[in-house]
């Protein structure tokens, strides 16, 4: 079992940047692989961002290349995911995942823990 705690959300104007944090209570933190997923009101949840078990492969939605950077820390048992220029579009509730080293990391019914969420909200 692993739990998943995420934070670092909050309320932001559109041009700025957060920094989510995803917390795992498990010491074979490093053999996972980690997801960042998101969910809008009235909307499935969405992939955003995914990193490999060692930090060596990413993986990102289009909607947000270029602007948000996934990144882990193996020692600290976390995973990060640097939001910048953000948009009022990316208003949702993000939720890291985290799934044992397999070839495809978008699809979330492939994920086996999830966290709680935190909430990210973008004011135009």
């Known amino acids: 079992q692993v739990q998943l705690v995420e934070s670092g959300g909050g309320l932001v104007q559109a041009g700025g940047s957060l920094r989510l944090s995803c917390a795992a209570s498990r010491r074979t933190f490093s053999s996972y692989a980690m997801g960042w997923f998101r969910q809008a009101p009235g909307k499935e949840r969405e992939f955003v961002a995914a990193i490999s078990w060692s930090g060596g492969s990413t993986y990102y939605a289009d909607s947000v290349k270029g602007r948000f950077t996934i990144s882990r820390d193996n020692a600290k048992n976390t995973v990060y995911l640097q939001m910048n220029s953000l948009k009022p579009e990316d208003t949702a509730v993000y939720y890291c995942?985290?799934?044992?080293?397999?070839?495809?990391?978008?699809?979330?019914?492939?994920?086996?823990?999830w966290g709680q969420g935190t909430q990210v909200t973008v004011s135009s």
């Open positions: 995942a985290a799934t044992p080293p397999r070839p495809e990391l978008v699809r979330k019914a492939d994920y086996d823990y």
